[in-house]
């Protein structure tokens, strides 16, 4: 496989997934069913979902007021974001090379 593609793979779905999952506990959470638990939402944004997350909280308008979120999800953004820039700049990430 492609390491782009494998990267962008590795983006897009932890993404894709976290953001579905907002809007279904969301769903749940008005219907007072079944519930996500927390660990997943941040387990999924660990692995890279974090700006679905973010963007599924703001979507739905779902954990915007608990801090382990509103601070949490941004700060996991920020410090993923740090890795990513701290690995190409030191060259041990060559995927686009």
Request: aromatic share 12%.
């Amino acid at each position: 496989m492609d390491p782009r593609l494998a990267l962008t793979l590795s983006l897009v779905i932890p993404n894709v997934i976290n953001l579905f999952f907002m809007m279904a506990d969301k769903s749940q959470a008005r219907k007072n069913g079944f519930r996500i638990p927390e660990a997943v939402f941040f387990t999924l944004s660990l692995i890279g979902g974090s700006i679905g997350c973010l963007a599924g909280m703001y979507l739905f308008h779902h954990k915007t007021r608990k801090p382990k979120f509103f601070i949490g999800i941004p700060l996991i953004l920020i410090l993923q974001i740090a890795a990513a820039v701290w690995l190409v700049r030191s060259d041990l990430v060559f995927i686009f090379q």
